[in-house]
């Protein structure tokens, strides 16, 4: 192969010889991002992580006595007996919310370690309800078989993921009174379920009401996210911020939404009949259950974008040194291949400068300065080159509109394929009609097999 036929094959293999580097500039990438992570974590970790909270639950302690026979041997006559004996046991009952409405309010910032900084909020979150009468064990009563005999104690659970967000002492209320509240990991009884606070209950405040209503005032801080576990029957739950980019996830959509400029509002309400939260054991309490919240996110991961840029990363390295092999066809230049491993290892490049600009002054302008550094460098080589500056400055031209389409393709996650597949489609157009009245054959200093098959025709 000769000519610009064998310079078209040099370019494509140029090209795939810049995926190595682009690979390792891939590698940089996942490495940040993982560090970023990391830092993440670990302010999360000294701060206060992603907060999850549920519904109050009542939890009555009482001990059971349990009847069990075995068998005995007797020494000297050898004969069987069966012996019964009596064990103590404690059980608990719980008691879920018949209604709960939840309102809060999320303060968001931003904590900051070196180059990384991760998304964090204060809230002042608000939280009514009512149970259903609560119907104690009585002792002598018969439960599963077992007769009641002590009633130790009545319990508000209020369980809590991250109770290292708790501000200050939770104000609760139980009837309209007071409660002392305490962290749950004091209570011995409960120390298996999830933390959080609890608040002991005198029964007779409680017992043979047809309703008990609570309510309770938490500030609490976290980081990323806020989330709720729906207990009981009716669980709603209101939250609204400053915060523009919320996302919503979880089980459980919010019923209605407004997210503008200036932050979000959101409603949920959960039924009894989506949650299926009754009575139950201590599963009941388990973060594994359904839940549904508000995620704080960055609009602009600059290292999803960068990946997402690197992605493309072969196919911009082989348009622009086609653009150069073009410019070498119509403008009749002589390019060695030194230059296009030049012109490539500076488009390689572009993707190192734009991540670690981005860490500091963001994907946006960090993008900016990359290409105008890259469109800048390439637009002098080509008047170096070609020794005229309005030649270089189209062709400057035409990579800035390619770094430009680029830039929009990566900001248009959604339309990406389609609008991918239109720059291919209008840059393969133009150049078939730029080349359009090219003489190949000429170019190449080959034969025109045509001519000598109608030549050999006319002289049979």
Same mark, same amino acid.
């Given at each position: 192969?000769?000519?610009?036929?064998?310079?078209?094959? #040099? @370019?494509? +293999?140029? *090209? =795939?010889?810049? $995926?190595? /580097? %682009?690979?390792?500039?891939? !590698?940089?990438?996942?490495?940040?991002?993982?560090?970023?992570?990391?830092?993440?974590?670990?302010?999360?970790?000294?701060?206060?992580?992603?907060?999850?909270?549920?519904?109050?639950?009542?939890?009555?302690?009482?001990?059971?006595?349990?009847?069990?026979?075995?068998?005995?041997?007797?020494?000297?006559?050898?004969?069987?007996?069966?012996?019964?004996?009596?064990?103590?046991?404690?059980?608990?009952?719980?008691?879920?919310?018949?209604?709960?409405?939840?309102?809060?309010?999320?303060?968001?910032?931003?904590?900051?370690?070196?180059?990384?900084?991760?998304?964090?909020?204060?809230?002042?979150?608000?939280?009514?309800?009512?149970?259903?009468?609560?119907?104690?064990?009585?002792?002598?009563?018969?439960?599963?078989?077992?007769? #009641? @005999?002590? +009633?130790? *104690? =009545?319990?508000? $659970?209020? /369980? %809590?993921?991250?109770?290292? !967000?708790?501000?200050?002492?939770?104000?609760?209320?139980?009837?309209?009174?007071?409660?002392?509240?305490?962290?749950?990991?004091?209570?011995?009884?409960?120390?298996?379920?999830?933390?959080?606070?609890?608040?002991?209950?005198?029964?007779?405040?409680?017992?043979?009401?047809?309703?008990?209503?609570?309510?309770?005032?938490?500030?609490?801080?976290?980081?990323?996210?806020?989330?709720?576990?729906?207990?009981?029957?009716?669980?709603?739950?209101?939250?609204?911020?400053?915060?523009?980019?919320?996302?919503?996830?979880?089980?459980?959509?919010?019923?209605?939404?407004?997210?503008?400029?200036?932050?979000?509002?959101?409603?949920?309400?959960?039924?009894?009949?989506?949650?299926?939260?009754?009575?139950?054991?201590?599963?009941?309490?388990?973060?594994?259950?359904?839940?549904?919240?508000?995620?704080?996110?960055?609009?602009?991961?600059?290292?999803?974008?960068?990946?997402?840029?690197?992605?493309?990363?072969?196919?911009?390295?082989?348009?622009?040194?086609?653009?150069?092999?073009?410019?070498?066809?119509?403008?009749?230049?002589?390019?060695?291949?030194?230059?296009?491993?030049?012109?490539?290892?500076?488009?390689?490049?572009?993707?190192?400068?734009?991540?670690?600009?981005?860490?500091?002054?963001?994907?946006?302008?960090?993008?900016?300065?990359?290409?105008?550094?890259?469109?800048?460098?390439?637009?002098?080589?080509?008047?170096?080159?070609?020794?005229?500056?309005?030649?270089?400055?189209?062709?400057?031209?035409?990579?800035?509109?390619?770094?430009?389409?680029?830039?929009?393709?990566?900001?248009?996650?959604?339309?990406?394929?389609?609008?991918?597949?239109?720059?291919?489609?209008?840059?393969?157009?133009?150049?078939?009609?730029?080349?359009?009245?090219?003489?190949?054959?000429?170019?190449?200093?080959?034969?025109?097999?045509?001519?000598?098959?109608?030549?050999?025709?006319?002289?049979?």
């Amino acid at each position: 192969m000769k000519g610009y036929l064998g310079k078209f094959f #040099v @370019i494509t +293999v140029l *090209s =795939l010889l810049c $995926l190595i /580097p %682009l690979s390792m500039v891939e !590698g940089v990438i996942y490495e940040r991002d993982q560090l970023h992570r990391e830092v993440g974590h670990k302010i999360a970790s000294q701060y206060a992580g992603y907060q999850r909270l549920t519904a109050p639950v009542l939890v009555a302690n009482y001990t059971v006595e349990e009847v069990s026979s075995r068998v005995v041997i007797d020494e000297l006559t050898k004969e069987q007996k069966k012996e019964e004996f009596k064990t103590e046991k404690r059980e608990h009952l719980f008691f879920v919310p018949k209604s709960t409405r939840v309102k809060g309010v999320l303060r968001p910032n931003e904590l900051q370690r070196g180059i990384f900084s991760i998304p964090v909020y204060t809230s002042k979150i608000q939280i009514n309800g009512t149970f259903s009468e609560i119907k104690l064990p009585q002792v002598g009563q018969v439960v599963d078989g077992r007769p #009641v @005999i002590a +009633v130790s *104690s =009545l319990t508000l $659970l209020m /369980p %809590l993921k991250e109770p290292r !967000g708790i501000s200050t002492p939770p104000l609760l209320q139980l009837n309209e009174r007071a409660m002392d509240v305490r962290p749950s990991h004091e209570n011995s009884l409960i120390k298996q379920w999830p933390t959080g606070f609890s608040a002991s209950v005198d029964p007779r405040t409680v017992e043979g009401l047809a309703s008990v209503s609570f309510s309770m005032t938490l500030d609490l801080h976290g980081s990323h996210d806020l989330s709720f576990i729906p207990l009981g029957g009716e669980y709603s739950v209101d939250l609204q911020s400053i915060w523009p980019h919320p996302r919503f996830d979880g089980e459980y959509l919010p019923a209605t939404r407004e997210v503008t400029r200036t932050g979000f509002k959101a409603h949920w309400s959960v039924t009894e009949f989506a949650n299926s939260a009754g009575l139950g054991g201590k599963e009941l309490l388990s973060w594994d259950r359904p839940a549904f919240g508000v995620e704080l996110i960055d609009p602009v991961d600059i290292y999803t974008q960068s990946e997402r840029a690197v992605k493309y990363g072969f196919l911009f390295i082989l348009l622009t040194l086609e653009f150069f092999l073009l410019f070498e066809v119509l403008r009749g230049m002589r390019i060695h291949v030194a230059q296009y491993l030049f012109v490539g290892a500076a488009l390689t490049i572009f993707y190192l400068l734009l991540i670690s600009l981005a860490e500091h002054i963001g994907f946006g302008f960090a993008y900016l300065a990359a290409s105008v550094a890259c469109v800048s460098v390439l637009t002098v080589y080509v008047r170096s080159m070609v020794g005229k500056m309005k030649v270089a400055i189209g062709f400057g031209c035409a990579i800035s509109v390619l770094y430009g389409a680029l830039y929009f393709i990566l900001l248009s996650e959604q339309y990406a394929l389609v609008l991918g597949s239109g720059l291919l489609f209008t840059i393969l157009a133009a150049t078939m009609f730029l080349t359009r009245n090219v003489d190949w054959y000429e170019l190449e200093g080959s034969v025109d097999y045509t001519k000598m098959f109608r030549k050999k025709k006319k002289v049979e």
